[in-house]
C-alpha cells in the first residue's frame, strides 16, 4: 500500500522505479547490506522506534513483557522474529526506497534524506490542542492525518522536494499515468477471469485481484481513487461493457468520498456502543443486524454462516448474538478472530452440531484479516446488484399510492418523472427473485443448524445452495440485441 502510494508522493521523476527499489531494500536490508540504510541510521531517519504513539506504546508493551518470556516464549519468538522485523520495517523499507531513487536520479544526499524523512513522517503532529487529544484516545489518527496531508499536498503540487509547482505537477501525473498503464494491463489480463467478475465493482476498489480468487488490498486514498479506480470503472463501463451507468456514476461518487475523509476520531471505548445504539457499523456502512432479522427475538438475530458461536453463547436470550458478535470483534479485533477460530467447531459439537466441510481456501478465509488477500467463494457483484435495484423499485411501489390518493393527474406525474414507469413494472419479477432468495435463505439456515447431516452432507448442501442463487442472477439471457447477466437486464429493463 506504501509502495502504490509513493510512486506518486516521493516527488522522483521516475516513479515507476519505486517498486524495484523497495524490491532490492526487502532483499539486501535484512542481509546488512543496504547502503541507504546505513546512512539514514546516521540521520536517525530509520534504524529507531517509530515516532508514531501507537508503535511506540506497542515497544514499551513488548518490552515488558519480553522479561517474563520462559524458554518455550523464546524458541516461538525467535522463529516469528523475522516475520515480525519485516511487518515492523515496512515504513523504513519504503523510505530506504525513496532514498535509493532520488540518489540514483540526482547525487544529493541532504534532498534524498529530506525525501526519506517526508515520505511517512509521524513527528509531524500540528499544534491543534483538539488533535493531540483524540491521537492519545483514537488509534492511528495522526498516521492517517499525515497520510492525507501528503496525498492532498501533492496533489496540489505541493511537493516534498524543492521543486516549482509546474515541476511537482508535472511528476506526479506523469508517475500517475505510468500507475494507469499498469492498471490497464492488468485489466486486460483479469477483466474475463470468472473469479473477478464475481465481485462487486465497488469490492474491487480496495484490491488488485489475482487469479483463483486471491487479492491484494489496497489503501483506499487519493492515488489509489485517481489512478486505480477510475480507470478500472472506466474500463468496465465503457469498454467491456459490462457496468451500468448508475454502478458507475455511484462507484465514482463514493470513492472520492473515502479517499479524502478524515480518519475517524470516535475512541474505540465509546465506539462500539454508539454503534449498536444505531444498528450500524461504520467501517463497512451497512446495518449490524440486517433488516431482514431486525423484526425477530434477539436471540434469532444470528447468521448461522457468519455469527461466531462463542457469541452465540455469551447473547443468551436478550441480546442479539450478531449484536455481541460486533461488540467482541471491536474491542479484541484480531484476537476475538483467533478466538472464534478456535473455538466455532469444539462448541458447536457440544451441542450435537457439526459445521461444515471446509475448502482450503474457505480456511484461509477463517484467518483472522485473511479476507484482506483472499476473495469469498460466492462473488457479491450478482446479490448486490439486485438488492440495489430491489431498494429503487421498492421506493417507487411504495411512494406511488400516495401520490395516487391525492390525485390521478400527480400519479401520472410521479409516473412520467426520471424511470419510476419503468421501475414500477418489474415489480412483479422482483417480487419472484425476492421469494426464490428467502426460499434458499432458509434453507441455508436449515443446513446450518441441522443436528442430523454431516459435516460432508452439510458442506454438498451448501454449495447447491450457492450455485442455485448465483445461477438465479447470473444466467445469461438475450433481451433484443443483448445477452448479459439475468439481473443486469433487469437493471437495464429498469432504466438504472
Same mark, same amino acid.
Given at each position: 500500500?506504501?509502495?502504490? #502510494? ?9 516513479g ?8 532490492? !531494500? ?15 541510521k546516521?540521520?536517525?531517519t530509520?534504524g ?22 520462559n ?5 516461538l ?39 526519506? $524523512? ?8 500540528g499544534?491543534?490542542q483538539g ?41 506526479y ?16 489480463l ?6 473477478y ?6 469490492e ?5 485481484i ?16 485517481l ?19 448508475t454502478k ?5 461518487? !463514493? ?41 425477530? $427475538? ?20 436478550t ?32 451441542q ?35 438488492? !440495489?435495484?430491489?431498494? !429503487? ?26 424511470? #419510476? ?22 434453507e ?28 438465479a ?24
Amino acid at each position: 500500500m506504501d509502495m502504490f #502510494n509513493a510512486v506518486t508522493a516521493s516527488g522522483v521523476k521516475h516513479g515507476y522505479l519505486i517498486p524495484l527499489q523497495i524490491m532490492k !531494500e526487502l532483499v539486501l536490508t535484512p542481509l546488512f547490506l543496504s547502503n541507504a540504510r546505513q546512512e539514514l541510521k546516521k540521520t536517525i531517519t530509520v534504524g529507531q522506534p517509530d515516532y508514531s504513539k501507537e508503535f511506540n506504546h506497542i515497544d514499551v508493551e513488548a518490552s515488558k513483557e519480553a522479561k517474563k518470556l520462559n524458554s518455550v516464549d523464546k524458541l516461538l519468538k525467535a522463529i516469528a522474529s523475522p516475520f515480525t522485523f519485516l511487518s515492523m520495517a515496512s515504513d523504513n523499507i519504503i523510505r530506504q526506497a525513496v532514498y535509493s531513487q532520488h540518489m540514483l536520479e540526482t547525487g544529493d544526499k541532504a534532498l534524498a534524506t529530506n525525501a526519506a $524523512e517526508e515520505i511517512i513522517n509521524f513527528r509531524r503532529t500540528g499544534s491543534s490542542q483538539g488533535i493531540a487529544i483524540t491521537r492519545q484516545i483514537a488509534p492511528f489518527v495522526n498516521a492517517n492525518l499525515q497520510g492525507l496531508h501528503i496525498n492532498i499536498a501533492t496533489f496540489m503540487g505541493d511537493s516534498i522536494n524543492p521543486l516549482t509547482k509546474k515541476q511537482a505537477l508535472l511528476r506526479y501525473w506523469s508517475n500517475g499515468a505510468a500507475i494507469v498503464g499498469a492498471t490497464l494491463f492488468y485489466l486486460a489480463l483479469m477483466s474475463d477471469d470468472d473469479e473477478y467478475k464475481k465481485l462487486d465493482p465497488t469490492e474491487r476498489d480496495s484490491f488488485f485481484i489475482l487469479p483463483n480468487g486471491y487479492k491484494i488490498p489496497m489503501r483506499f486514498d487519493l492515488p489509489t481513487y485517481l489512478f486505480k479506480v477510475i480507470p478500472e470503472h472506466v474500463f468496465n463501463r465503457f469498454i467491456k461493457e459490462t457496468e451500468d451507468p448508475t454502478k458507475f456514476k455511484k462507484a465514482l461518487k !463514493e470513492g472520492i468520498i473515502r479517499a479524502l475523509a478524515t480518519p475517524s476520531v470516535m475512541p474505540t471505548i465509546a465506539g462500539a456502543p454508539f454503534e449498536a445504539k444505531l444498528n450500524k457499523d461504520f467501517t463497512t456502512n451497512r446495518d449490524i443486524v440486517g433488516q431482514g432479522l431486525q423484526g425477530l $427475538e434477539p436471540e434469532l438475530q444470528y447468521s448461522p454462516k457468519n455469527t461466531s458461536e462463542l457469541a452465540r453463547i455469551l447473547a443468551g436470550n436478550t441480546v442479539s448474538p450478531m449484536q455481541m458478535d460486533h461488540f467482541l470483534q471491536k474491542y479484541l479485533a484480531t484476537t476475538m478472530g483467533l478466538i472464534a477460530w478456535i473455538t466455532n467447531d469444539m462448541i458447536a459439537e457440544q451441542q450435537g452440531r457439526q459445521r461444515p466441510e471446509k475448502t482450503f481456501k474457505e480456511k484461509l478465509l477463517d484467518i483472522p484479516n485473511m479476507s484482506g488477500f483472499v476473495a469469498k467463494l460466492e462473488g457479491s457483484r450478482n446479490i448486490n446488484d439486485f438488492y !440495489e435495484l430491489n431498494q !429503487e423499485v421498492q421506493r417507487v411501489v411504495k411512494s406511488f399510492p400516495k401520490y395516487k390518493d391525492v390525485s390521478i393527474e400527480e400519479a401520472q406525474k410521479y409516473l412520467d418523472k426520471d424511470n #419510476n414507469r419503468e421501475l414500477i413494472q418489474l415489480q412483479k419479477s422482483m417480487d419472484r427473485v425476492s421469494n426464490f432468495l428467502s426460499r434458499l435463505r432458509e434453507e441455508e439456515n436449515r443446513v446450518y443448524n441441522s443436528t442430523t447431516m454431516s459435516a460432508k452432507d452439510k458442506q454438498a448442501a451448501l454449495d447447491r445452495i450457492i450455485h442455485d442463487r448465483q445461477e438465479a442472477l447470473g444466467f445469461k439471457v438475450q433481451i433484443g440485441e443483448t445477452k448479459d447477466r439475468f439481473i443486469q437486464q433487469l437493471r437495464k429493463q429498469g432504466g438504472l
